[in-house]
């Protein structure tokens, strides 16, 4: 089974004006992601507006991107979200399309006790009992937070159940979380900030919208912290740190308007109710790009 680690990209959807999805753009960026080095991709994602896709919509892109990875990296395709049966529908299609694996998102909407959680993942995971799956907890968004001891629960139920990515901001749960099956599974982050005392505590990789943009730095952060420089490690995660700040709010407008200014995407349309940046929004964050991270700005 294939794992995930290292610069994982959660990536965007690009849209036509319209609104549709613009599956043409999605092969570009596909292309483009692969070409800079990452380590797996993760359509359907947070950032890639799963919450306004369409099953089929989801299933479309999820077979565009493995169709352009061309198995040069791994995909990831995330599945889950509100409905059971959905999020059966889209892993047994996601590993028919070639998916190297799953994300499979924490239930939304409703609060969930832990055995119905539980229950959630094992009927789901157990659909496809040869395909790696990783859990996807992000519990502001989902309103079902995980603990450790039910994530110890799941993984002891559900061998195929490799890690987890979760997108919280604490690093004790985390290192509690690296401790499971005798330090044998799976940490991934989410905030880039957190990188370096993640990778201190065990943790393998990030799975990141902002991974579109930096993806270089990360490379040097991960490399730098391997070879043991850490006061070399402290400077880079600094300056990491700053840039993922100011692009955490309106993330993806935000991922959008730079791969659209570097022509990688035709437009960077985000869909209702979410809006793309407008013309001020847009000019102070390229006037930011372009004086403190020329090398990320995306400028022609």
Do not use: W
Not at 33 to 55: F, H, I, K, M, Q
Not at 267 to 282: A, F, I, M, N
């Amino acid at each position: 089974m294939k794992r995930m680690h290292g610069i994982c990209v959660p990536m965007i959807t690009p849209m036509n004006t319209d609104g549709s999805v613009d599956y043409s753009s999605l092969e570009k960026l596909t292309t483009h992601l692969v070409e800079r080095g990452v380590d797996a991709l993760y359509p359907c994602g947070t950032t890639g507006e799963v919450s306004n896709l369409s099953v089929e919509e989801r299933m479309m892109i999820t077979e565009t991107v493995i169709r352009a990875a061309a198995g040069r990296i791994p995909v990831f395709a995330q599945i889950g979200g509100r409905i059971t049966d959905d999020a059966m529908a889209l892993a047994r299609h996601a590993v028919n399309a070639g998916a190297d694996g799953l994300g499979l998102l924490t239930p939304t909407y409703y609060h969930l006790t832990d055995e119905e959680l539980l229950g959630y993942y094992k009927t789901v995971a157990g659909s496809v009992p040869e395909t790696p799956v990783y859990i996807y907890g992000i519990p502001f968004c989902t309103g079902n937070a995980l603990s450790t001891s039910l994530v110890e629960r799941i993984a002891d139920t559900c061998p195929n159940i490799l890690g987890i990515k979760y997108s919280v901001g604490d690093v004790l749960q985390l290192a509690e979380f690296s401790r499971i099956r005798n330090s044998t599974f799976d940490v991934l982050v989410a905030p880039v900030q957190l990188l370096l005392p993640a990778l201190s505590i065990g943790a393998v990789g990030t799975v990141s919208g902002n991974n579109h943009i930096y993806i270089e730095a990360i490379a040097e952060l991960i490399r730098t912290f391997e070879s043991g420089d850490i006061k070399s490690c402290r400077a880079l995660q600094t300056r990491l740190a700053r840039l993922s700040e100011e692009l955490a709010f309106k993330e993806i407008a935000k991922c959008k308007a730079l791969m659209a200014r570097a022509g990688i995407i035709r437009s960077d349309t985000v869909r209702l109710p979410q809006t793309q940046l407008h013309c001020g929004e847009k000019e102070a964050l390229f006037r930011f790009m372009d004086e403190h991270y020329p090398e990320f700005s995306f400028r022609s």
